[in-house]
């Protein structure tokens, strides 16, 4: 049962341009949201985070939307770097930071 | 500051046997969480440890142990591995159980190949 759901395995997008990945959930305890991002032989970093009392957080390029009627929060990265390519993992957490709940994460690819 | 340095960085065992793995959290870091990484299932918790006591448990069998030292050093186990145990295994640390998920630090991690 995946309660955490990432369901593009990868996106490709031209430098400078938006990058939109998406997540869905399951458990409406789930009450605080976190993006991963992970660079092939490390482990994951935290990116940018978001409560379930906002809709929105931002953080330079980066950015998280939060629909919690639909279950939905994306992250979008603009502008897009070569850099930005990664694997992104959405994680969600409920309460006194329980255990982290993961999706299976997005290849991202920024192409120069 | 080093970061969470985990040991060995690969390992390839045969069905049947069993492995350790070890983490060493950031200096000053109490909390330990181990992660299991597959493509199919992606990142899910395994447990978490403080004060050398397991805090929180995910839903694997009780192959899959820990424990922690006096030092937050941890080690993980998993007897009687299994083909589906092959994975890349994730330990983080973070202060204490009060520091939020975003002060959360992932070593590299152990690449187990299981044959």
């Known amino acids: 049962d995946q309660q955490v759901k990432q369901n593009s395995p990868s996106l490709s997008v031209q430098e400078g341009r938006i990058s939109i990945l998406n997540c869905d959930y399951t458990n409406s305890m789930f009450d605080y949201f976190l993006w991963y991002k992970k660079y092939p032989a490390e482990g994951p970093t935290f990116l940018i985070s978001i409560s379930s009392i906002k809709d929105k957080n931002e953080d330079g390029r980066f950015t998280v939307f939060l629909n919690k009627s639909a279950k939905h929060l994306s992250l979008h990265i603009v502008p897009s770097q070569p850099g930005d390519s990664a694997v992104y993992f959405c994680a969600a957490d409920r309460g006194s930071n329980y255990k982290l709940t993961f999706g299976k994460g997005t290849l991202l690819t920024v192409n120069p | ?115």
């Open chain 2, 1 to 115: 500051k080093a970061g969470v340095t985990q040991t060995p960085r690969y390992l390839i065992k045969t069905r049947g046997q069993q492995v350790t793995l070890s983490c060493s959290p950031i200096s000053g870091h109490r909390s330990v969480s181990w992660y299991q990484q597959t493509p199919g299932q992606g990142l899910q918790f395994l447990f978490e440890y403080f004060s050398e006591t397991q805090r929180n448990k995910g839903n694997f069998p009780g192959r899959f142990s820990g424990r922690q030292f006096s030092n937050s050093r941890s080690e993980m186990n998993v007897s009687t591995l299994e083909l589906g145990d092959s994975a890349l295994y994730l330990c983080a640390s973070r202060r204490d159980l009060g520091a939020t998920n975003e002060k959360l630090f992932f070593g590299s991690g152990t690449q187990l190949s299981v044959l």
